[in-house]
Protein backbone atom coordinates (compact mmCIF):
# COMPACT_ATOMS: atom_id res chain seq x y z
CA UNK A 1 0.00 0.00 0.00
CA UNK A 2 1.34 3.72 -1.34
CA UNK A 3 0.34 6.49 0.71
CA UNK A 4 0.46 10.12 -0.73
CA UNK A 5 0.01 12.64 1.19
CA UNK A 6 -0.94 16.10 -0.97
CA UNK A 7 -0.44 19.11 1.32
CA UNK A 8 -1.11 22.90 0.90
CA UNK A 9 1.76 25.00 2.33
CA UNK A 10 0.66 27.58 5.12
CA UNK A 11 -0.40 30.86 5.31
CA UNK A 12 1.48 33.75 3.51
CA UNK A 13 -0.52 36.34 5.19
CA UNK A 14 -1.10 37.87 8.69
CA UNK A 15 -3.79 39.35 10.44
CA UNK A 16 -3.22 42.68 9.25
CA UNK A 17 -2.22 42.27 5.69
CA UNK A 18 -4.47 42.22 2.64
CA UNK A 19 -4.87 39.23 1.10
CA UNK A 20 -3.71 38.74 -2.91
CA UNK A 21 -3.99 35.81 -5.55
CA UNK A 22 -0.54 34.54 -5.20
CA UNK A 23 0.67 32.55 -7.99
CA UNK A 24 3.52 31.73 -9.89
CA UNK A 25 4.94 34.83 -9.99
CA UNK A 26 4.67 35.66 -6.37
CA UNK A 27 7.16 34.15 -4.00
CA UNK A 28 6.11 34.78 -0.52
CA UNK A 29 7.45 33.22 2.39
CA UNK A 30 5.51 31.43 5.40
CA UNK A 31 3.98 34.04 8.06
CA UNK A 32 4.52 33.06 11.38
CA UNK A 33 0.91 30.97 11.14
CA UNK A 34 1.91 29.57 8.41
CA UNK A 35 4.91 28.34 9.78
CA UNK A 36 2.84 27.06 12.77
CA UNK A 37 0.39 25.07 10.20
CA UNK A 38 3.54 23.36 8.84
CA UNK A 39 4.64 22.38 11.91
CA UNK A 40 0.88 21.00 12.65
CA UNK A 41 1.15 19.07 9.68
CA UNK A 42 4.53 17.52 10.49
CA UNK A 43 3.42 16.77 14.17
CA UNK A 44 0.06 15.28 12.65
CA UNK A 45 1.82 12.70 10.11
CA UNK A 46 4.01 11.60 13.14
CA UNK A 47 1.00 10.67 15.11
CA UNK A 48 0.02 8.53 12.10
CA UNK A 49 3.05 7.01 12.06
CA UNK A 50 2.92 8.65 7.84
CA UNK A 51 6.04 10.10 8.72
CA UNK A 52 7.43 11.11 4.84
CA UNK A 53 9.90 8.48 3.23
CA UNK A 54 9.77 10.85 -0.35
CA UNK A 55 8.95 14.53 -0.41
CA UNK A 56 8.11 16.88 -3.13
CA UNK A 57 7.33 20.36 -3.79
CA UNK A 58 7.23 23.27 -5.87
CA UNK A 59 10.05 25.72 -6.20
CA UNK A 60 8.07 28.27 -4.37
CA UNK A 61 9.49 29.55 -1.00
CA UNK A 62 6.03 28.75 0.28
CA UNK A 63 6.39 25.28 -0.35
CA UNK A 64 9.74 24.88 0.45
CA UNK A 65 9.76 26.15 3.56
CA UNK A 66 6.22 24.27 4.56
CA UNK A 67 7.81 21.12 3.45
CA UNK A 68 10.90 21.48 5.61
CA UNK A 69 9.27 22.98 8.59
CA UNK A 70 6.83 19.65 8.52
CA UNK A 71 9.75 17.46 7.80
CA UNK A 72 11.87 18.77 10.96
CA UNK A 73 7.88 18.55 13.17
CA UNK A 74 7.75 14.68 12.16
CA UNK A 75 11.23 13.72 12.41
CA UNK A 76 12.35 12.61 8.76
CA UNK A 77 15.49 12.47 7.34
CA UNK A 78 14.98 13.00 4.03
CA UNK A 79 15.47 16.09 1.71
CA UNK A 80 12.73 17.79 -0.65
CA UNK A 81 12.80 17.12 -4.06
CA UNK A 82 12.11 20.31 -6.45
CA UNK A 83 9.38 19.36 -8.99
CA UNK A 84 8.20 22.23 -11.40
CA UNK A 85 4.81 21.56 -12.04
CA UNK A 86 3.71 21.36 -8.40
CA UNK A 87 4.41 25.44 -8.57
CA UNK A 88 1.26 27.54 -8.84
CA UNK A 89 -0.20 28.10 -11.79
CA UNK A 90 -0.24 31.82 -12.99
CA UNK A 91 -2.93 34.32 -12.50
CA UNK A 92 -1.87 36.43 -15.61
CA UNK A 93 -3.67 39.50 -15.01
CA UNK A 94 -5.18 38.86 -11.76
CA UNK A 95 -1.39 37.66 -9.99
CA UNK A 96 -0.73 39.57 -6.56
CA UNK A 97 -4.34 40.96 -6.89
CA UNK A 98 -6.95 41.44 -4.23
CA UNK A 99 -9.59 39.52 -4.65
CA UNK A 100 -12.14 42.46 -5.15
CA UNK A 101 -10.27 43.34 -7.97
CA UNK A 102 -10.18 40.06 -9.65
CA UNK A 103 -14.01 39.64 -9.12
CA UNK A 104 -14.37 43.01 -10.61
CA UNK A 105 -12.15 41.82 -13.69
CA UNK A 106 -13.53 38.20 -14.71
CA UNK A 107 -16.64 38.28 -12.86
CA UNK A 108 -18.25 36.22 -9.78
CA UNK A 109 -19.70 33.34 -12.53
CA UNK A 110 -15.86 32.72 -13.19
CA UNK A 111 -14.66 32.32 -9.89
CA UNK A 112 -17.64 30.19 -8.92
CA UNK A 113 -16.71 28.05 -12.05
CA UNK A 114 -12.79 28.05 -11.07
CA UNK A 115 -13.66 26.91 -7.63
CA UNK A 116 -16.71 24.31 -8.36
CA UNK A 117 -15.62 23.09 -11.31
CA UNK A 118 -12.25 23.82 -12.04
CA UNK A 119 -12.77 25.79 -15.46
CA UNK A 120 -9.98 28.47 -15.59
CA UNK A 121 -11.18 31.72 -15.97
CA UNK A 122 -10.05 33.73 -19.25
CA UNK A 123 -6.21 35.41 -18.70
CA UNK A 124 -5.51 32.60 -16.43
CA UNK A 125 -2.33 30.78 -17.88
CA UNK A 126 -3.00 27.22 -16.74
CA UNK A 127 -3.66 23.74 -18.29
CA UNK A 128 -5.53 21.70 -16.40
CA UNK A 129 -5.05 18.74 -18.99
CA UNK A 130 -1.28 18.96 -18.36
CA UNK A 131 -1.88 19.50 -14.58
CA UNK A 132 -3.84 16.35 -14.91
CA UNK A 133 -1.13 14.41 -16.78
CA UNK A 134 1.59 15.50 -13.97
CA UNK A 135 -0.27 14.35 -11.52
CA UNK A 136 -0.60 11.32 -13.07
CA UNK A 137 2.98 10.75 -14.21
CA UNK A 138 3.89 11.03 -10.24
CA UNK A 139 1.61 8.39 -9.24
CA UNK A 140 2.57 6.00 -11.56
CA UNK A 141 6.66 7.01 -10.52
CA UNK A 142 5.14 6.69 -7.17
CA UNK A 143 3.48 3.01 -7.65
CA UNK A 144 7.12 1.72 -9.27
CA UNK A 145 9.24 3.00 -6.28
CA UNK A 146 9.87 1.08 -3.70
CA UNK A 147 8.97 3.98 -1.26
CA UNK A 148 5.47 3.96 0.59
CA UNK A 149 4.97 7.07 2.30
CA UNK A 150 5.19 10.45 0.12
CA UNK A 151 4.22 13.88 0.81
CA UNK A 152 3.81 16.36 -1.76
CA UNK A 153 3.29 19.96 -1.07
CA UNK A 154 2.11 22.60 -3.71
CA UNK A 155 -0.47 25.26 -3.84
CA UNK A 156 -3.99 25.39 -4.49
CA UNK A 157 -4.51 25.86 -8.13
CA UNK A 158 -2.63 22.94 -8.35
CA UNK A 159 -3.55 20.47 -6.32
CA UNK A 160 -7.27 20.82 -6.71
CA UNK A 161 -6.78 18.64 -10.02
CA UNK A 162 -4.83 15.80 -7.70
CA UNK A 163 -8.39 13.85 -7.67
CA UNK A 164 -7.46 13.29 -11.18
CA UNK A 165 -5.79 9.79 -9.42
CA UNK A 166 -9.03 8.51 -8.58
CA UNK A 167 -9.95 7.85 -12.38
CA UNK A 168 -13.11 9.74 -11.68
CA UNK A 169 -12.37 13.61 -11.20
CA UNK A 170 -16.01 14.81 -12.16
CA UNK A 171 -17.67 12.45 -9.77
CA UNK A 172 -15.07 14.05 -7.41
CA UNK A 173 -15.77 17.44 -8.17
CA UNK A 174 -19.39 16.92 -7.63
CA UNK A 175 -19.29 15.42 -3.90
CA UNK A 176 -16.00 17.66 -2.70
CA UNK A 177 -15.17 20.76 -2.49
CA UNK A 178 -11.82 20.89 -5.12
CA UNK A 179 -10.18 23.39 -2.30
CA UNK A 180 -7.61 22.54 0.00
CA UNK A 181 -7.27 25.41 2.23
CA UNK A 182 -3.65 26.47 4.07
CA UNK A 183 -2.14 24.07 5.88
CA UNK A 184 -4.56 21.63 4.68
CA UNK A 185 -4.18 17.86 3.17
CA UNK A 186 -5.50 15.30 1.01
CA UNK A 187 -4.60 11.48 1.57
CA UNK A 188 -4.52 9.45 -1.28
CA UNK A 189 -4.07 5.37 -0.80
CA UNK A 190 -3.06 3.06 -4.19
CA UNK A 191 -3.36 -0.44 -3.29
CA UNK A 192 -1.45 -1.71 -6.40
CA UNK A 193 -5.54 -1.98 -8.05
CA UNK A 194 -7.20 1.64 -7.72
CA UNK A 195 -6.10 5.13 -6.37
CA UNK A 196 -8.78 6.14 -3.29
CA UNK A 197 -9.07 9.57 -1.19
CA UNK A 198 -9.14 8.83 2.09
CA UNK A 199 -9.30 12.02 2.98
CA UNK A 200 -9.51 15.65 2.21
CA UNK A 201 -8.95 19.12 3.02
CA UNK A 202 -7.86 17.53 7.01
CA UNK A 203 -6.27 20.56 8.43
CA UNK A 204 -4.45 19.11 11.45
Known amino acids: MKTLIIARHGNTFGPGDT ?3 VGARTDLPLVEKGREQARALGLYLKAQTLVPETVYASPLLRTQETAQLALEA ?3 KVSVQTLEFLREIDYGPDENQTEEAVVARIGLEAIRRWNEEAV ?18 LAQDIEKNDKNIILVVTSNGIARFAPVLTGDFESFRRNHSLKLRTGAMGIFLFDGQSRKVSAWDVRP
Open 19 to 21: PTR
Open 74 to 76: CGA
Open 120 to 137: VPSGWLANPENIKDCWLS
